[in-house]
Protein backbone atom coordinates (compact mmCIF):
# COMPACT_ATOMS: atom_id res chain seq x y z
CA UNK A 1 0.00 0.00 0.00
CA UNK A 2 2.56 2.13 1.39
CA UNK A 3 4.73 1.84 -2.36
CA UNK A 4 1.23 2.30 -4.52
CA UNK A 5 1.17 6.15 -2.55
CA UNK A 6 4.58 7.05 -3.21
CA UNK A 7 3.85 5.38 -7.41
CA UNK A 8 1.52 7.38 -7.13
CA UNK A 9 2.51 10.95 -5.84
CA UNK A 10 6.06 10.62 -8.01
CA UNK A 11 3.96 9.96 -11.13
CA UNK A 12 1.79 13.02 -10.26
CA UNK A 13 4.68 15.21 -9.94
CA UNK A 14 6.00 16.38 -13.20
CA UNK A 15 1.68 17.16 -13.54
CA UNK A 16 1.59 18.90 -10.68
CA UNK A 17 5.06 20.97 -11.86
CA UNK A 18 3.64 21.12 -15.73
CA UNK A 19 0.37 22.92 -14.61
CA UNK A 20 1.87 25.41 -12.24
CA UNK A 21 4.12 26.14 -15.41
CA UNK A 22 1.22 27.11 -17.84
CA UNK A 23 -0.48 29.03 -15.19
CA UNK A 24 2.82 31.49 -14.80
CA UNK A 25 2.86 31.44 -18.90
CA UNK A 26 -1.13 32.21 -18.98
CA UNK A 27 -0.43 35.21 -16.30
CA UNK A 28 2.64 36.76 -18.10
CA UNK A 29 0.52 36.90 -21.08
CA UNK A 30 -2.64 38.42 -19.76
CA UNK A 31 -0.44 41.12 -18.50
CA UNK A 32 1.07 41.78 -21.80
CA UNK A 33 -2.27 41.55 -23.28
CA UNK A 34 -3.59 44.13 -20.93
CA UNK A 35 -0.14 46.38 -21.18
CA UNK A 36 -1.01 46.24 -25.07
CA UNK A 37 -4.54 47.88 -24.41
CA UNK A 38 -2.97 51.00 -22.55
CA UNK A 39 -0.53 53.66 -23.96
CA UNK A 40 0.86 56.31 -22.12
CA UNK A 41 1.51 60.01 -24.15
CA UNK A 42 3.14 63.34 -22.34
CA UNK A 43 2.94 66.41 -24.03
CA UNK A 44 3.66 70.17 -23.04
CA UNK A 45 3.04 73.66 -24.45
CA UNK A 46 3.89 76.71 -23.38
CA UNK A 47 2.75 80.53 -24.13
CA UNK A 48 4.79 83.23 -22.78
CA UNK A 49 5.03 82.58 -19.44
CA UNK A 50 1.94 80.51 -18.88
CA UNK A 51 2.82 76.29 -18.97
CA UNK A 52 0.57 73.20 -19.58
CA UNK A 53 2.08 69.56 -18.81
CA UNK A 54 -1.03 66.60 -20.17
CA UNK A 55 -0.54 63.32 -19.27
CA UNK A 56 -2.71 60.95 -21.24
CA UNK A 57 -3.31 57.11 -20.92
CA UNK A 58 -5.34 55.90 -23.50
CA UNK A 59 -7.25 52.70 -23.38
CA UNK A 60 -7.56 50.57 -26.74
CA UNK A 61 -6.97 53.56 -28.65
CA UNK A 62 -9.84 55.78 -27.73
CA UNK A 63 -11.06 55.94 -23.82
CA UNK A 64 -8.78 58.35 -22.04
CA UNK A 65 -7.88 59.37 -18.47
CA UNK A 66 -4.97 61.33 -17.27
CA UNK A 67 -3.88 64.06 -15.99
CA UNK A 68 -3.61 67.97 -16.88
CA UNK A 69 -1.76 71.12 -14.89
CA UNK A 70 -1.57 74.43 -15.85
CA UNK A 71 0.30 76.59 -14.56
CA UNK A 72 -0.76 80.40 -15.14
CA UNK A 73 1.90 82.90 -14.63
CA UNK A 74 -0.61 85.45 -12.82
CA UNK A 75 -3.40 83.73 -12.06
CA UNK A 76 -1.36 80.69 -10.14
CA UNK A 77 -1.96 77.00 -11.11
CA UNK A 78 -4.94 74.68 -12.28
CA UNK A 79 -3.98 70.97 -11.06
CA UNK A 80 -6.30 68.55 -11.98
CA UNK A 81 -7.66 64.92 -13.72
CA UNK A 82 -9.20 64.61 -17.49
CA UNK A 83 -11.57 61.83 -18.20
CA UNK A 84 -13.10 61.40 -21.82
CA UNK A 85 -12.92 60.05 -25.03
CA UNK A 86 -11.52 60.31 -28.78
CA UNK A 87 -14.38 61.05 -31.66
CA UNK A 88 -12.91 60.96 -34.86
CA UNK A 89 -9.07 63.31 -34.27
CA UNK A 90 -10.76 65.17 -31.35
CA UNK A 91 -10.45 64.43 -28.08
CA UNK A 92 -13.24 65.89 -25.51
CA UNK A 93 -12.60 65.41 -21.77
CA UNK A 94 -14.43 66.06 -18.46
CA UNK A 95 -11.58 68.21 -17.09
CA UNK A 96 -11.96 68.61 -13.00
CA UNK A 97 -9.51 70.58 -11.40
CA UNK A 98 -8.56 72.46 -8.16
CA UNK A 99 -7.66 76.48 -7.94
CA UNK A 100 -6.13 77.51 -4.70
CA UNK A 101 -3.64 76.17 -2.01
CA UNK A 102 -5.53 77.01 1.00
CA UNK A 103 -9.28 75.62 0.92
CA UNK A 104 -9.43 74.99 -3.22
CA UNK A 105 -12.38 75.38 -4.97
CA UNK A 106 -13.11 72.45 -7.92
CA UNK A 107 -14.63 73.38 -10.74
CA UNK A 108 -15.78 70.91 -13.70
CA UNK A 109 -15.19 72.01 -16.62
CA UNK A 110 -15.11 70.23 -20.87
CA UNK A 111 -11.94 70.82 -22.86
CA UNK A 112 -11.12 69.75 -26.37
CA UNK A 113 -8.07 68.50 -28.06
CA UNK A 114 -7.64 68.61 -31.94
CA UNK A 115 -5.35 65.65 -32.72
CA UNK A 116 -2.88 67.10 -35.52
CA UNK A 117 0.42 65.14 -36.59
CA UNK A 118 2.25 64.50 -33.26
CA UNK A 119 0.76 67.82 -31.69
CA UNK A 120 -2.99 68.46 -29.18
CA UNK A 121 -4.79 71.51 -29.76
CA UNK A 122 -6.69 72.99 -27.40
CA UNK A 123 -9.90 74.38 -28.78
CA UNK A 124 -11.97 77.35 -27.83
CA UNK A 125 -15.34 76.98 -27.40
CA UNK A 126 -18.71 78.43 -25.78
CA UNK A 127 -19.28 76.74 -22.87
CA UNK A 128 -22.90 76.80 -20.59
CA UNK A 129 -24.30 75.08 -17.29
CA UNK A 130 -27.40 73.52 -16.51
CA UNK A 131 -28.06 71.65 -13.93
CA UNK A 132 -25.02 71.93 -12.37
CA UNK A 133 -22.86 70.33 -15.23
CA UNK A 134 -20.64 72.09 -18.07
CA UNK A 135 -20.81 71.60 -21.35
CA UNK A 136 -19.73 73.31 -24.86
CA UNK A 137 -22.58 74.50 -26.31
CA UNK A 138 -24.35 72.93 -29.22
CA UNK A 139 -24.37 74.24 -32.73
CA UNK A 140 -22.07 76.35 -31.58
CA UNK A 141 -18.12 75.64 -33.26
CA UNK A 142 -15.22 74.59 -31.10
CA UNK A 143 -12.47 76.66 -32.57
CA UNK A 144 -8.69 75.69 -32.53
CA UNK A 145 -7.57 78.39 -34.69
CA UNK A 146 -7.62 80.45 -31.23
CA UNK A 147 -5.69 78.48 -28.74
CA UNK A 148 -3.96 79.61 -26.20
CA UNK A 149 -1.99 76.11 -25.84
CA UNK A 150 -0.98 73.95 -28.64
CA UNK A 151 1.02 70.54 -26.75
CA UNK A 152 4.35 69.07 -28.23
CA UNK A 153 5.16 65.41 -27.56
CA UNK A 154 7.33 64.79 -24.61
CA UNK A 155 9.02 61.55 -23.02
CA UNK A 156 7.05 60.59 -20.06
CA UNK A 157 8.47 60.73 -16.74
Given at each position: ???T????????M??????????????????????????????????A????D?????????????????????????????????????????????I???????????L?F????????????????????????????????????????????
Amino acid sequence: MKRTVIYTLLAAMPLVYSCGQNTEKSNSGTAAKQDSLFKNECYTAVEAKDKADLMLKIHEGKDVTGNLVINYFEKGKNDGVISGAYRGDTLFVDYTFKIGTENPTVYKNPLAFLKRGDSLILGVGQIETSMGRSYFVKGKPIRFDRSKFIFGPVECK
